[in-house]
């Protein structure tokens, strides 16, 4: 009876040490980049779905917490391990979000208060090889254009 108990125990306390890295670690957090927005971009891990949230002054107050929806773009995407990273660009208000999966990115950033996030793109051989059009980037790439 006591060995009995003693195994439920065991497969109760399995299952809970099994199920906590799917809870505990549910959505991820990285701020902008911008170094004067105190903004916070949030992914589900899973979804993908992207939301942001900052401060704001409100007189007499300490103050709120502004938060943004996901928009166009950046609601929840087909199943994945996602991730956010924030580029070194200090002026940059948006994040890429990645999937570690496919190797696909996204920016984020907010407009019109809505997080937006451009299609997901990953560059395959035959994309490398190809001649693209070269769209106009943010920031120097330290490469002078003759």
């Not at 490398?128 to 106009?136: G, L, S």
């Amino acid at each position: 009876m006591a060995g009995r108990i003693l195994i439920r125990v065991a497969v109760a306390a399995a299952a809970v040490i099994a199920a906590a890295p799917v809870f505990a670690s549910a959505y991820e957090f990285t701020p902008a980049p911008q170094t004067d927005l105190n903004r916070v971009y949030r992914v589900d891990r899973i979804t993908g779905e992207v939301g942001s949230c900052q401060y704001g002054l409100r007189e007499n107050t300490v103050g709120v917490t502004i938060c943004f929806g996901p928009g166009e773009g950046a609601g929840a995407q087909p199943p994945g391990e996602f991730g956010l990273i924030a580029s070194r660009h200090e002026r940059e208000g948006g994040v890429f979000r990645v999937n570690y999966r496919t190797g696909e990115m996204s920016v984020c950033y907010v407009f019109e208060e809505k997080v937006v996030c451009t299609p997901p793109e990953s560059v395959t051989p035959a994309v490398a090889q190809a001649e693209p059009e070269e769209p106009e980037t943010t920031g120097s790439t330290g490469a002078s254009r003759d």
